[in-house]
């Protein structure tokens, strides 16, 4: 391992590693808290560490949402902690770290959790567990049958009846080492990096990702949205965009069933993926024939291209794919399929965007913004929620969840840009 990075660890971190002597590690370990607060990275110098101890012929699992995801947060870091004795195959879905033979497993695959069943694991990774469903985590736990066999996780917090809070870690009972992280444990960040962050969270995802709490999500969900600031008049877009010019246009598409409405939402980035604006909308009630979605979706396009040049791609919702190809048909553009990433993932993507103060919304977009103000997370404090332990936007017909969806769509993709991690 470099030498260097050894030696440089936070106090947290430090702390972490006595776990390794003296027999103090637990059967199950989770060192939980705020973004960017330093855990994946102790986190693997624990695993390696442990991982060396065990007898050659141990077989080992780390396990991520995707096995994409785990490639990106864990195993090229693991790569870079321990080069030379850690090689992997996403292909194989095989590692190998010090002569170790370690099976990678994307969790969201559902066949996952039926290959795990038959074996015997020595130790287990998870990175980001609050994202893994609770019947493979338990198959995991079992899987780990030996008398030494260990567990190592991350994650940030979630909802405080969260799985993983109110049976694992809230569980007294259970063989378990829990470390919490804050932010402000980590001392390598740009402290500039670390401003913005505490300014890009507000809220729920505040207390959640800054401190590192178990909270629930509740009342409007995008309260930060302040009309007088984010909402613009065409003629204050184009002077905006005059001195800071759109990289491109994109075109989020969500269709109407019997009860909802079909939305196309036209959003554009400006240069530097500085800014995102929501800068026209159509709106369907109607829903008359798809013969009418494709001719709005001919004369739409056709003016937006005029207007808001250049306009890069069109993402629809996958349920419709005839309509998908029609509309390929019916316009030279591309058109995709929307990645439809989870729901909470694209609000906590907006809710980030609008407390940074990154987000605009052309004033004709009434919809949009009507459906903005009144979205509310679904009251499971009543006891009426249709998944326990999990944070819902409430979608009973009372909300216009189309238009939100339609934008989302359109600019889930450039996560990565607009935050540049
Ligand atoms: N001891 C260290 N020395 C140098 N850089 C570090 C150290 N610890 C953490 N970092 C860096 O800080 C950043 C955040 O660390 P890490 O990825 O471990 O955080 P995390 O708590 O897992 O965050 P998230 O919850 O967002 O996954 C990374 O870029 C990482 O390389
Ligand atoms: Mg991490």
């Given amino acids: 391992m470099n030498k260097n990075k050894k ?3 936070s106090e947290k971190q430090r702390g972490c590693l006595e776990y390794l002597k003296d027999n103090k590690l637990r059967r199950i370990n989770i060192l939980e808290g705020s973004v ?13 560490f442990w991982v060396v101890t065990k007898e050659p012929s141990c077989t080992f699992m780390m396990a991520g949402k995707t096995l994409m995801t785990l490639k990106r947060n864990v195993l090229e870091l693991l790569g870079d902690i321990f080069s030379g004795s850690f090689t992997y195959s996403l292909g194989k879905k095989e590692a190998s770290l010090f002569g170790r033979r370690i099976y990678l497993e994307g969790v969201s695959d559902a066949r996952s959790e039926a290959k795990i069943r038959g074996l015997t694991l020595d130790g287990a990774y998870c990175d980001e567990l609050s994202l893994f469903e609770e019947d493979f985590f338990k198959m995991l736990l079992s899987r780990l049958s030996k008398h030494e066999a260990k567990l190592f996780a991350t994650t940030n917090p979630d909802h405080p009846n969260h799985w993983l809070k109110r049976d694992y870690l809230d569980n007294a009972e259970l063989d378990l080492l829990d470390v919490k992280f804050t932010l402000d444990d980590n001392i390598y960040l740009d402290k500039k990096y670390v401003e913005s962050l505490k300014k890009e969270y507000t809220g729920m995802y505040y207390d959640r990702f800054i401190l590192g709490l178990w909270v629930a999500a509740e009342g409007r969900i995008y309260g930060e949205f302040d009309k007088s600031r984010m909402v613009l008049e065409e003629a204050e877009i184009h002077r905006r965009l005059e001195n800071n010019p759109l990289l491109f246009t994109i075109v989020g598409v969500d269709y109407g069933g019997n009860k909802s409405a079909s939305v ?3 959003a554009g980035f400006d240069r530097g993926f ?4 929501l800068l026209s909308e159509h709106y369907d009630r109607e829903n008359k024939s798809a013969e009418s979605l494709i001719h709005d979706f001919t004369e739409r396009i056709t003016e937006w291209r005029g207007e808001f040049p250049p306009l890069k791609a069109v993402y629809c919702d996958s349920a419709e794919q005839l309509l998908v ?3 390929r048909y019916a316009v030279p553009i591309e058109v995709k399929n929307a990645l439809k990433r989870p729901v909470n993932q694209r609000i906590a993507m907006l809710c980030r965007l609008i407390s940074a103060g990154r987000f605009f919304v ?3 977009c009434v919809k949009f913004i009507e459906a903005m103000e009144t979205a509310v997370w679904e009251n499971s404090r009543t006891g009426i929620t249709a998944k326990p332990g ?25 996560e990565r840009e607009l935050f540049k991690f």
Avoid at 391 to 414: P, T
């Fill in 7 to 9: 030696e440089s660890l």
């Fill in 36 to 48: 960017r607060s330093g855990k994946t990275y102790v986190s693997l110098l624990l695993w390696g």
């Fill in 264 to 266: 196309f939402s036209l």
């Fill in 274 to 277: 500085k800014n995102v604006y």
């Fill in 325 to 327: 190809k029609s509309f």
């Fill in 362 to 364: 052309s004033a004709d």
């Fill in 390 to 414: 999990k944070d819902v936007r409430l979608d009973d017909g009372s909300i216009n969840i189309d238009s939100l969806d339609a934008f989302e769509y359109a600019i889930e993709r450039y």
